[in-house]
């Protein structure tokens, strides 16, 4: 899922990503992230025309259906929480008024707030956005994907109806190997973003040319990756679980290294490269 944030006056706002679902809405599901008035920084409202609303507010988690469809609602929702939900079902996701998001921006007039994410497209005025433009510069952003989108995707596949198995392999960031080794706070990634994308779907390609595997989905995390969260999935479909569970370990195998992606770890008293590659 590609995840696109609007930001500038509430006006222009709304009409810029109003614009942008339209013209995403072509291609794929889109859903839309806006903030209420009564709502604080980190609550969200979301939907789209096609699909029933859901909300996170502060509060417990309830779940009520009524004549516009299912509402949610649920406690300290981050961002980052929301986005993990709508990935397996939805192909774009707009946040209207995010500035504090780590996202690619279109900045929309004066935003009047410093950004955390890139400035992706910047124009004077909503009627100045050029939709198509916009869509092309998102395809080169790194999608918003999780296991679960993952498992989600290649369940859609075609030969679907003949696989008996789904197998998964996720890496996720380690405290410390060694009791006496002091704990990693995050690593941080870079990749030759064209040949490392290229390589990543030659290597699923080659996977999946084998006997008994129907599809094969990876995705590898850049950027920041705290201690505790998920860096990197493959995602197999094969008709039986030995061709699943070993396309799986020779996916995650070959993608460390063959695929362009380098690695710092930073702990509490030094950070340095893990891998140098040629």
């Known amino acids: ?17 109003d614009r942008l679902a339209d013209r995403l809405g072509e291609d794929g599901r889109v859903a839309v992230v806006r903030r209420t008035g009564t709502e604080r ?73 410093d950004l955390r994410g890139e400035r992706l497209v910047e124009v004077d005025s909503a009627d100045a956005l050029d939709p198509a433009e916009v869509r092309a510069e998102l ?7 999780t296991l679960e989108s993952l498992v989600a995707q290649v369940k859609r596949s075609a030969d679907a109806p003949y696989a008996g198995a789904i197998a998964t392999f996720t890496g996720r960031v380690r405290a410390k190997e060694d009791p006496d080794d002091e704990p990693t706070e995050y690593l941080e990634f870079e990749r030759y973003e064209r040949v490392a994308d290229e390589r990543m ?10 006997e008994g595997v129907h599809e094969v989905a990876m995705h590898h995390r850049t950027g920041v990756v705290e201690y505790g969260e998920d860096i990197v999935f493959v995602v197999v479909l094969a008709g039986h679980r030995s061709e699943a569970f070993r396309t799986v370990e020779d996916g995650i195998d070959r993608l460390k290294d063959e695929v362009p992606i380098f690695k710092k770890e930073v702990t509490a008293d030094e950070q340095f490269w893990v891998h140098h590659r040629p």
């Open 1 to 17: 899922m590609h995840v696109l944030g609007v930001v500038g006056p509430e006006s222009e706002v709304s009409t810029a990503t």
């Open 41 to 113: 920084r980190g609550d969200s409202e979301t939907g789209d025309d096609a699909a029933p609303r859901k909300r996170a507010d502060r509060g417990t988690t309830t779940y009520q259906l009524g004549d516009d469809g299912w509402t949610v609602g649920g406690r300290d929702r981050s961002t980052s929480a929301l986005l993990d939900d709508l990935a397996p079902e939805y192909d774009y996701a707009l946040l209207a008024d995010f500035p504090d998001a780590d996202l690619p921006q279109v900045v929309v007039g004066d935003s009047g707030a």
């Open 139 to 145: 395809d080169a952003t790194e999608p918003h994907e």
């Open 201 to 210: 779907q030659d290597l699923a390609a080659e996977l999946e040319a084998r």
